[in-house]
């Protein structure tokens, strides 16, 4: 059983969601506007959140962001609108899916179950590249002795790359076995991630190697 948020800021839908949710095995709380889903996240713990983007006060957006700021837990992001642009910039706060309305809820309870899943597996050892150290148990990565803040996506694709150093993914095979099969995004999602995965990881970015036309790999020089 996980604590699933639902930000929604229509009461019915929200309902629905949540029925499906509990349906599930899992509990819910609800918020009906960003500033209370910020204060139920200050107060509570929160498995995974389920965020509309339209909504009063604060929207789902800005949500995302800050709640990145201090959990690494999945945010899927719900929205009326199914523009890419919109897409990439839910990707870009911190999103880990993204749903357009109207919607199946047996398809997003589905989502939410794989998320759930990805986000409890954890080795047992750490790995370790160069100054990179990750901790699958704790999903924490230390950079030369230091933590740093990955979005779950983020930690996703690095956790693969080092598992498989060498080996060259393409973006569809990204897309496929971190995104999901069903993703309606494009392979600039893949290249958005790896940009802002670099930039975090610094001088050891230089890991994660562009190979063109091909996709990416990880790599430490001897």
Same mark, same amino acid.
């Given at each position: 059983m996980a604590n699933i948020l639902i930000v929604e800021d229509e009461a019915a839908m929200g309902e629905i969601i949540a029925d499906y949710m509990r349906n599930g095995g899992h509990a819910c709380r609800s918020a009906g506007d960003g500033v209370e889903a910020m204060d139920i996240l200050r107060s509570a713990p929160v498995?995974?959140?389920? %965020?509309?983007?339209?909504?009063?006060?604060?929207? &789902?957006?800005?949500?995302?962001?800050? /709640? *990145?700021? /201090?959990?690494?837990?999945?945010?899927i992001m719900l929205t009326a609108r199914g523009e890419e642009d919109d897409k990439l910039r839910g990707y870009g706060c911190g999103a880990d899916d993204y749903m357009t309305k109207p919607f199946s809820p047996r398809v997003l309870l589905a989502k939410v179950n794989a998320l759930l899943r990805r986000s409890a597996a954890a080795d047992v050892?750490?790995?370790? /590249?160069?100054?990179? %150290?990750?901790?699958?148990?704790?999903? *924490?990565?230390? %950079? *030369? &002795? &230091?933590?740093?803040?990955?979005?779950?996506?983020?930690?996703?694709?690095?956790?693969?790359?080092?598992a498989h150093p060498g080996q060259v993914f393409s973006r569809e095979q990204l897309l496929s076995r971190i995104w999901g099969y069903d993703f309606e995004g494009t392979t600039r999602t893949v290249d958005t991630h790896v940009k802002t995965l670099r930039q975090k990881l610094g001088d050891e970015g230089r890991h994660i190697v562009t190979l063109i036309r091909s996709g990416y790999k990880f790599e430490v020089a001897e």
């Open positions: 498995d995974l959140m389920i %965020l509309d983007v339209m909504m009063p006060h604060l929207d &789902g957006f800005s949500v995302c962001k800050m /709640a *990145r700021e /201090a959990s690494n837990m999945p945010i050892e750490s790995v370790s /590249a160069g100054e990179i %150290l990750l901790q699958p148990r704790s999903r *924490r990565v230390c %950079l *030369r &002795g &230091g933590e740093i803040a990955l979005t779950h996506k983020e930690y996703e694709l690095l956790a693969l790359l080092m």
